[in-house]
């Protein structure tokens, strides 16, 4: 589910590299882009996003610390590593691109565990279960983007409700570990089936309504 942002303009000084994009994008330190039809060395794939300032960058001083001009707000940057002799601010003509995988991070492990009431007894209990916040909150995102919600923060949940059906989510894909297609569960325990909720978590996302313009 990637996402394209177009490059307007771009600068480099010090090793880092700062290219100016047409709109904002929801993103944060750590996230992997890829920028192409830049030039002057700026292009760079699976590169990493150190920040996103929001004033002129001016260098780095002699203790390694970014300094910036904070009289010159400068919208929509992105800056990252990029090895090279240093270049002015220049117009990308034709626009470059920016592409990037929104990381959604509305639900932690830290709530799941909640959710569950029990502490996750190895490692590879930890492990398994940030997989399962990691793929609940990219399918929380994904299926409320697919249903026309197309302002929702990717740090930030938009409502307790999409919150709580992240969160059972996550549990549900904790709870089917081992298991075929549902819970794990013993069957000289009863013949009642064990589902996992998917009706409720899709009603608390908001997903599966008429949208009203």
Known sequence: MSQIANVIRAMRLDDYAVVQLLVNIDAAPEQEVEIAGVGNGFNDSGTIAVAFPQYEFTGVNNVGEWTFNYENPVPNQVMYQNVGANVTWYAVDPYGTLEWNPVCTWATSANVIEWLGISSAT???????????????????RRRLESGYLTDELHTAPGA???????????????????VDSFASFDTMGTFPVTSGLGRIMQLLGCGRPQVA
Not at 123 to 141: E, G, L, M
Not at 161 to 179: K, N, P, V
């Open 123 to 141: 490692a590879n209990d930890t492990a398994f279960i940030t997989k399962c916040v990691n793929a609940a909150n990219q399918f929380a995102y």
């Open 161 to 179: 409700d999409a919150l709580l059906a992240t969160i059972m989510y996550a549990a549900t894909l904790y709870r089917e570990r081992g298991s």
